[in-house]
């Protein structure tokens, strides 16, 4: 659906990551400088709206350390019902996403506000990057090991909770690391020789993976056992829970996803589970990759090295 439009108004010099490879964010060349651009909202994941709101800012914030980048400034971008929200709540949604944008180092500029029936609150974000140093999901190379910065299964975990079979203790695991910027880890990716990274949000682990394989020509071998999850997320399964894209992020991938592992049904569900401000998979050298993982461990990120790019042809095998 993009191509027409990226082949009308989406080239040029200036253009160093545009559309067409489906990457995170675009990236645009100002003189000896680039700025990163992206743009994201989401509805509620939880019943507390300051940080549903901090929880959205920080997903489209994700879009821009993806990248390499450093956030400036960003834009409010306001879906909110016109009746039947209490009083407090839209203000409280923004003061929350003004919290995520402070810790950030980012400021708010202004922004856009629509009536919506369904609320939807997100942000676009304008950032700065190195244009020698932009992280893309074209540079993988065989022999980097993939390291993956935050715990899977965050679907899952929301939707249980909408469905009143995961109670607020239930799902704070996920909400707290929903809420963890993706700024330490970008750090240290880049301080680490990374060049190539995704952050895992709606197309689920297995679709951002393959991303990185189509666009690097290359393939990911992923260890099943090495996976790090929430602990919920098996049981709310068990429970019949699933969501509304996780078929669909199946489907976009199957053709390409080996599966030498012999997954069950519900281990296939992590695979596809779409994530919201979910971590980055970072595909790191060989040699510092050990380095990496340990100064995310020490940051306080529940990272693991989940397995490593190998020569094409471009697939996913699940080991």
Known sequence: MLSPLVAKAGQGDCVLVGAGTSDDAGVYRYGERA????ADFIPPVCDDPRRYGRVAATNSLSDVYAMGGRPLFALNLCCFPGIGVPEGVLPAVLEGGADALLEAGAVLLGGHSVSDPELKYGLAVVGEVDPERVLS????????????????????????YKAGKLDDDGLEPALAEMERLNATACRLALAHGVQSATDVTGFGLAGHALNIARNSNVGLV??????????????????GVTTGCTTDNEDDVVALLHDDHGLD???????????????????????????????????????????????????????
């Open 137 to 160: 999901n074209d540079r993988a190379r065989p022999g980097d090991r993939l390291l993956l910065t935050k715990p899977l299964g965050t679907g899952v975990m929301v939707n249980a």
């Open 265 to 319: 049904a519900a281990q296939r569900e992590l695979l596809f589970d779409p994530q919201t401000s979910g971590g980055l998979l970072l595909a790191t050298p060989a040699d510092r990759a050990a380095d990496l993982l340990a100064a995310l461990l020490a940051s306080g990120h529940q990272a693991a090295e989940i397995g490593e790019v190998v020569d094409g042809p471009v697939r996913l095998e699940v080991v």
């Open 222 to 239: 992923v260890r099943w056992d090495s996976l790090p999850f929430h602990a919920a997320f098996f049981a709310m399964v068990e429970r």
């Open 35 to 38: 700025l990163v651009a992206t």
